[in-house]
């Protein structure tokens, strides 16, 4: 029902916009978000997006440089990347939440995309 796209390779420096398409139900009354797994490592949060209200919240790696974003119209969230950096090279995925409250816990997500691969070469 989340299908995530727009990955790819990227040098360092570069932009990448990652898009997520839900289809099947609207998610209009949902909590977006963006989370990361690196190789080896724990799925963590890259941003979130209350599509009601606007508010977002980013982790602090990416301040500044990622912006997330929804078409309310085109059940879709938006991943802007910029000033990519090759640590930010993971599989990308989204998510969506009913009742979300603590927006970077995977938990409280109830729809995950498969992933988008992102990868950095510095």
């Known amino acids: 029902q989340l299908q995530a796209c727009g990955g790819g390779l990227v040098q360092a420096g570069g932009s990448l916009r990652l898009s997520c398409a839900a289809s099947g139900r609207t998610f209009s009354g949902y909590r977006m978000a963006w989370f990361r797994q690196a190789p080896g490592k724990e799925r963590d949060f890259v941003a979130y997006?209350?599509?009601?209200?606007?508010?977002?919240y980013y982790t602090d790696s990416v301040k500044g440089r990622f912006t997330i974003s929804g078409d309310g119209a085109k059940n879709t969230v938006y991943l802007q990347m910029n000033s990519l950096k090759p640590e930010d090279t993971a599989v990308y995925y989204c998510a969506a939440g009913a009742g979300v409250v603590n927006v970077n816990r995977r938990n409280e997500y109830d729809y995950w995309g498969q992933g988008t691969q992102v990868t950095v070469s510095s």
């Open positions: 997006i209350n599509w009601s209200s606007g508010t977002t």
